[in-house]
């Protein structure tokens, strides 16, 4: 196997060859330069995945890894100094610049996917062309502590006798009192992760208005939801990640054990399987609100950039991941997660992780049509990071949830032109 090459490309050392010329010397015919997110933990699916291209072809890999935020400034600049990597896992790249992305309909049978994987992680609602194919399908879900569960006492709830949010409340306080850990609850600093308490609460982002749209998030039930959200914040959760006083990773909490439990998505799950030791865990299902359940689908993507300088070895890898099922069914089997190919199932053989997995998979009845109404509205190609701000200053005090939530509304009407509905 040829050398693979893993390159942690920080902001600024992208920004600076960008900014001086960039790099259009031609690039290694055999070498697949990948773009990820985050840095791959040990035992990564796609990472592994990768390797097993690379050692079959002969083929070398060029990672590098920039956050997804930073990806929105620093995605403009590789595609202006024609620098672009040759493929791209990302989430939303392909919904703000589908200009710069090949449409891979040509190279995979669109019908073979998932219609909800390719629906929310593609979000083009608007054309029949796919710049982006679903790979990680992944949905909101609830980790817990095991051990700290036992210790205070506590019988977790199930799919059939599911908590209310105030049950998550009390005994996420009963956990900190009385089962060893520093906070009962902690949330990812992700606005989907918070958006399912919205959802529970009859809040959305928007309501239908015919062809159009509302703006909706400064509703009853999103403040509401807010509301709540803050006291959670500054009673039994961690308030500087959601004030925005740290960007910790909340999940380190819950790997150390300081955290009982943790709202976060299916993706962590091979994550915590391989590193969690020292104390058991497992999946409880979401809470229900006052309007039901919620849970948010979502996931990951593959891109390929049209002025990309190896574009036909990436096709080359996608045909080989996707057209192969024994591939996809190597790389489902080490992500632990949903598929997003209708033929390639996970079958766990571990029984602990077949009933988590039942679990995981149950959450999928509770996506709402508010959140299907939410995403085919494309809100975010107005504002994104501007919302979750919002989020900060109410958790933080600056402001209240009601001013807080109006202001991001009032801001969103005027971007969009659609009318307010509150």
């Not at 962590?268 to 399987?273: A, C, H, L, V």
């Not at 975010?380 to 501007?386: F, T, V």
């Not at 109410?394 to 109006?406: I, R, Y």
């Amino acid at each position: 196997m040829k050398k693979v090459l893993i390159i942690l490309a920080l902001a600024l050392l992208v920004v600076l060859p960008l900014t001086a010329g960039g790099n259009k010397e031609a690039k290694n015919p055999d070498t697949l330069r990948v773009l990820l997110s985050e840095e791959p933990s040990t035992g990564d699916a796609f990472t592994a995945t990768l390797n097993k291209w690379a050692e079959e072809t002969g083929k070398t890999l060029d990672i590098m890894v920039i956050p997804y935020d930073d990806q929105l400034t620093k995605f403009p600049l590789m595609a202006r100094n024609n620098d672009l990597p040759d493929l791209i896992a990302t989430t939303r790249l392909t919904r703000l610049y589908p200009e710069e992305f090949l449409d891979l309909t040509e190279y995979v049978n669109i019908d073979d996917f998932e219609e909800q994987a390719v629906m929310i992680i593609g979000q083009d609602y608007t054309t029949n062309k796919n710049y982006c194919l679903p790979y990680q399908f992944t949905i909101t879900n609830v980790f817990y502590n095991k051990d700290a569960f036992e210790k205070a006492g506590i019988t977790p709830p199930t799919v059939d006798d599911p908590w209310t949010l105030e049950e998550y409340r009390e005994n996420a306080q009963i956990l900190q009192e009385k089962g060893g850990v520093k906070y009962g609850m902690a949330m990812d600093n992700s606005r989907a992760r918070y958006d399912n308490i919205m959802y529970m609460y009859g809040g959305s982002m928007v309501e239908k208005d015919g062809d159009s749209f509302k703006v909706a998030i400064n509703g009853p039930g999103a403040i509401a939801a807010l509301d709540m959200f803050v006291e959670w914040n500054n009673s039994v959760m961690p308030k500087a990640i959601w004030a925005g006083g740290t960007t910790d990773n909340p999940g380190d909490y819950f790997q150390n054990g300081d955290v009982g439990i943790y709202f976060s998505g299916t993706w962590n799950y091979n994550t915590f399987y391989q590193n969690i030791e020292g104390f058991e865990w497992g999946v409880i299902p979401s809470p229900v609100g006052p309007e039901g359940g919620s849970a948010i689908l979502g996931g990951s993507g593959l891109a390929i950039p049209e002025n990309a300088k190896n574009k036909e070895l990436a096709i080359e890898f996608i045909k080989w991941f996707y057209n192969d099922t024994e591939n996809f069914q190597y790389f489902l089997d080490r992500d632990k997660g949903l598929s997003s190919l209708k033929s390639v199932t996970y079958s766990p053989e571990d029984p602990q992780v077949v009933e988590d997995y039942k679990i995981m998979q149950a959450e999928v009845a509770n996506v709402t049509e508010a959140f299907n109404v939410d995403e085919s509205s494309s809100w975010r190609n107005y504002y994104d990071n501007e919302y979750r701000d919002a989020l900060h200053q109410a958790v933080n005090g600056d402001m209240s949830a009601e001013k807080a939530l109006t202001d991001f509304a009032e801001a969103l009407s005027e971007k969009s032109g659609w009318p307010m509905a509150y």
